[in-house]
Each structure stands twice: as C-alpha cells, then as structure tokens.
Nanobody
Framework: QVQLVESGGGLVQAGGSLRLSCAAS????????MAWFRQAPGKERELEAA????????YYADSVKGRFTISRDNTKNTVYLQMNNLKPEDTAVYYC?????????????????WGQGTQVTVSS
C-alpha cells in the first residue's frame, strides 16, 4: 500500500507560478513511476506529467509542455510539479498518482495509488 498526500495548491493570477508536492509513504518510493493528473469541472481526469522511478524519463502533455516541470527526490519520497506561466485553463484539481514499475504509462487505469487532490485556481 502507498499513501500519497499532495500539497501546494492555491489561487494564483495568470502568469504566476506554483509548486505542488506529493509526499509518499508505504512501500519503496523509488520503485514507482509517479505522475500528476488533473481534473477540471465536467472533464475527465487527464495525465499532465509523469516521471520514471530513476527520474531519467519524463512525459508531458502538450498542454503543459514548456511550462510545467516534474521532478522527484527519492531520498525524501517526494515528487514535485513546478508550474510556471499558469493560465486560467490550468484551473483544476491536481492529483498525484503512482504505479509500480519503471516505465511511464499514459493510461489513467494503470496507476494504482492516488492522492486526495489539491485545488489549483488561476484567475485571469
């Protein structure tokens, strides 16, 4: 079992920045691929960024590429999402998720554990 707790969400103006953190506990963090999904009202939960267990490989959705950066610190069992140049369309609940294994998968159903989510609101 893996427990994930997100933090760092909030209200920010367009063009601003936020850094989300996701602290993991339970099994060996370094054996898990980690990801950030987001879900806007009335929309499906979608993958925005993912990072392999070593940190060598990353994935970004086109909508956030060049603005968001995912990273992890295996010594702290934490994954981060640095979000820059935020836009109103980035407003959503952001979820941290994990899946055992070294390969990044883009399919939501392949992720086994989820955090409770943190709200990000970007005002125009």
């Amino acid at each position: 079992q893996v427990q994930l707790v997100e933090s760092g969400g909030g209200l920010v103006q367009a063009g601003g920045s936020l850094r989300l953190s996701c602290a993991a506990s339970g099994r060996t963090f370094s054996r898990y691929t980690m990801a950030w999904f987001r879900q806007a009202p009335g929309k499906e939960r979608e993958l925005e960024a993912a990072i392999s267990w070593s940190g060598d490989s990353t994935y970004y959705a086109d909508s956030v590429k060049g603005r968001f950066t995912i990273s992890r610190d295996n010594t702290k069992n934490t994954v981060y999402l640095q979000m820059n140049n935020l836009k109103p369309e980035d407003t959503a609940v952001y979820y941290c998720a994990s899946r055992e294994g070294s390969f990044i998968r883009t399919i939501r159903e392949t992720y086994d554990y989820w955090g409770q989510g943190t709200q990000v609101t970007v005002s125009s």
